[in-house]
């Protein structure tokens, strides 16, 4: 049986990779912050603020690159 591979287009590769390494290091870099917040608002605020960096780092163009391909993706598994 042949697996039909699904991946974007080139230029996208290049765009989102770039984005996803650097939504990924903004998430990674906040992460021990949160952990070692003195408190649950501190945390609060630092997750804020992390999510912030990420939208502004283009998490949107991220995510609209990709998400066609993971609900193609959930398709060939017959996932609905």
């Known amino acids: 049986m042949s697996e039909k591979i699904i991946t974007l287009n080139e230029g ?5 990779g770039i984005i996803y390494t650097d939504i990924t290091e903004i998430w990674n870099n906040a992460v021990p912050e949160m952990i070692m917040a003195a408190d649950e608002t501190a945390a609060i605020a630092v997750y804020n603020n992390t999510v912030q960096q990420m939208k502004d780092a283009g998490l949107q163009q991220y995510l609209d690159a ?3 391909n993971y609900y193609q ?3 060939l598994m017959g996932i609905k």
């Open 12 to 16: 996208a590769i290049k765009n989102e």
């Open 66 to 68: 990709v998400a066609p």
């Open 73 to 75: 993706k959930k398709e």
